[in-house]
């Protein structure tokens, strides 16, 4: 059975940061990608930052030079460093794995940043 435990969501001011984890378990197929999307209230789900099995990255424009996406291999984890945050990035985080041709999401974590 796939999971994928999350932690790490919080309420922080803007400006502070917060770190989300992601450990992924009981994936049979090869890890292709993992990364983060978050949805906020009224809009559709983005893409907030994923990294490759090679080790590229992509970032979603608006958190480009404040959010890190990094993953420990080994144990199938990814991570997002998200520093000066804005309360625009208000939302819920949802961790990705794209293994094979199939997508798995975690169950969302509320960050929640306060003007």
């Known amino acids: 059975q796939v999971q994928l435990v999350e932690s790490g969501g919080g309420l922080v001011q803007a400006g502070g940061s917060l770190r989300l984890s992601c450990a992924a378990s009981g994936i049979r197929f090869r890890i292709n990608a993992m990364g983060w999307y978050r949805q906020a209230p009224g809009k559709q789900r983005e893409l907030v930052a994923r990294i490759f099995s090679g080790g590229s990255t992509n970032y979603a424009d608006s958190v480009k030079g404040r959010f890190t996406v990094s993953r420990d291999s080994a144990n199938n984890t990814v991570y997002l460093q998200m520093n000066s945050l804005k309360p625009e990035d208000t939302a819920v985080y949802y961790c990705?794995?794209?293994?094979?041709?199939?997508?798995?999401w975690g169950q969302g974590t509320q960050v929640t940043v306060s003007s």
């Open positions: 990705n794995v794209l293994a094979g041709l199939v997508n798995y």
